[in-house]
């Protein structure tokens, strides 16, 4: 993947503005096994996508909580998330009802596993 450096430089300030990490955070955690995965992650996901004006960063983070806990798969991406609404406005309170939300849609299991993730970042957030 060919690095886009105007791109590189609007996903990092919009990761930033999201989920408090920087470009240099992001290629550590990837980086050394995947460079192309930092480069997607950077420049497409939050220097692209993000971009669009439709839905606002709080709209966003809300729909990436939610389609995370229904994955079921992606828990440090899931909490990483939830750090990202509260960031972007969620309330606590908005956070865990998204989780009795998907009770009826992708079961129960998925609001507790989501619920469990929402109670450790609230304790890690606490603690700050």
């Known amino acids: ?72 798969t992606a828990a440090p991406q899931l909490r990483t998330h939830i750090g990202g609404a509260l960031r972007c406005g969620v309330t606590r309170e908005e956070l865990v009802e998204t989780m009795m939300q998907l009770v009826p849609y992708v079961g129960v299991a998925a609001a507790i596993n989501g619920v469990a993730a929402c109670r450790e970042v609230f304790a890690n957030t606490d603690k700050k």
């Open 1 to 72: 993947m060919q690095s886009d450096p105007e791109r590189r430089a609007r996903g990092a300030q919009k990761i930033g503005e999201i989920l408090g990490q920087t470009p240099e955070q992001v290629e550590r955690s990837l980086g050394d096994v995947a460079p192309q995965l930092a480069t997607y992650v950077l420049e497409t996901i939050y220097g692209e996508i993000y971009q669009s004006p439709t839905l606002d960063s709080r709209t966003r983070q809300i729909v990436t909580v939610a389609a995370l806990a229904t994955l079921g």
